[in-house]
């Protein structure tokens, strides 16, 4: 899997627009779309900033999101510091098969719809999750 971190070298497509936050934070940029492809079976921690992540290997894999709550402002940790809508989904039709098990797993202390944990079960199948930055965790977007 590429770097999700190395903005210079890591292979991650992160294709930018600037945005106004306001006269005390100014102009800063901030990721429209950032693909995350998993395709070794195993557990994969998305850091801030990853929006949109794919699944495309049979067998156990575990999606590890990062936390919610707001932790600094856009000018300390470029492309880190919101979380955004983020995709999880299954292209390669596999989530049925008897040895495939993808698991979604928020932060620590924090929840996805009430949930400890949700699964993708359906082949083809995906989730929008939307951040809930005050109180942390996930709400479904479907």
């Given amino acids: 899997m590429s770097s999700q971190l190395d903005l210079d070298q890591g292979g991650t497509f992160r294709q930018t627009r600037r945005v ?11 990721p429209d779309q950032t693909l995350v492809p998993i395709t ?11 929006n949109l992540v794919t699944i495309n290997i049979n067998g156990l894999v ?6 919610t709550l707001r932790t600094a402002s856009p000018q300390a940790i470029p ?9 999880v989904m ?7 098969t008897t ?9 620590a202390g924090e929840l996805i719809a009430g949930l400890a944990s949700i699964a993708i ?13 005050d109180t942390g965790g996930w709400t479904l977007a479907q």
């Fill in 20 to 30: 106004y936050m306001g006269p005390s934070v100014g102009w800063v940029s901030l």
């Fill in 40 to 50: 070794a079976i195993g557990t994969t921690t998305i850091l801030r900033g990853m």
């Fill in 62 to 67: 575990t999606v590890q999101l990062p936390s």
């Fill in 79 to 87: 492309f880190q510091s919101e979380v955004y809508p983020t995709v």
């Fill in 90 to 96: 299954d292209i390669g039709g596999f989530a049925n």
């Fill in 99 to 107: 040895t495939s098990k993808y698991t979604i797993l928020p932060a």
């Fill in 121 to 133: 079960v359906a082949p083809y199948g995906a989730y929008v999750l939307n951040p809930l930055p």
